[in-house]
């Protein structure tokens, strides 16, 4: 659920990139990160865990517009993505408004991708949020390397919704801020389809 700061005139939306390790969700925040214009961001933070990272920053994206009059912030996350971490991605993903699930293209990666996959569901369940409710897309990573499934394959292997699917290589920034406006606009949807059931 969206979060209203009425002080602010601000609606909140919690994005998540969730995946396998060493799948790109790094690479893909700091790719936005660096994009963003300096006077409608805020700070690069680190949460540190034992060896892996989780990051977060918010923003303002101007290109959004208004939603009900509210002007919308971004926040933004990655999850520590190593099987061993499940504890650090439940807390990361409490309150989440929309996930961007990061695949690694590569042949060698597709168990790391299904079990992640399903880790996802598990904790969105488990917390009683479902993917079907929440803003869902997929960055299929890495399309610069070789040993690649075909987006056809991803397609059937692993997008269980047919969520909107995005060719991605996170190095360049290809296909990134595709994937991330399609996703805020599904949250952005949402609010506005339950304003209209409200009124
Ligand atoms: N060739 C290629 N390498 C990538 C791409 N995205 C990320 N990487 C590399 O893959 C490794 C893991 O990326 P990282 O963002 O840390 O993955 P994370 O564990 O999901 O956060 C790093 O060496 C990245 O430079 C991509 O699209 N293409
Ligand atoms: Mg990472």
Request: with cysteine.
């Amino acid at each position: 659920m969206a979060l209203i700061n009425l002080a602010a005139g601000e609606i909140n939306y919690k994005i998540v990139y969730y995946g396998c390790g060493l799948g790109g969700k790094t690479t893909s925040i700091q790719y936005v990160y660096k994009k963003v214009n300096p006077e409608v961001k805020g700070k690069l933070v680190s949460i540190a865990t034992e060896e892996e990272r989780t990051l977060y920053f918010d923003f303002l994206p101007l290109t959004l517009g208004k939603v009900q009059g509210l002007k919308t912030r971004i926040h933004l996350y990655t999850i520590p993505g190593q099987a061993q971490y499940r504890a650090s991605r439940k807390l990361v993903i409490q309150g989440v408004d929309g996930i961007i699930f990061v695949v690694d293209s590569q042949i060698s990666r597709l168990d790391d991708n299904v079990e992640s996959y399903l880790d996802m569901w598990e904790n969105l369940e488990e917390q009683g949020d479902s993917p079907l409710d929440l803003g869902l897309v997929l960055q299929y990573n890495k399309r610069d390397l070789v040993d690649i499934f075909p987006a056809s394959d991803l397609d059937e292997l692993l997008n269980q919704t047919n969520a909107p699917a995005y060719e991605t290589c996170a190095l360049t920034g290809m296909g990134i801020f595709e994937a991330l406006r399609n996703v805020c606009k599904q949250v952005i949807a949402r609010t506005e389809e339950q304003a209209a059931s409200r009124s």
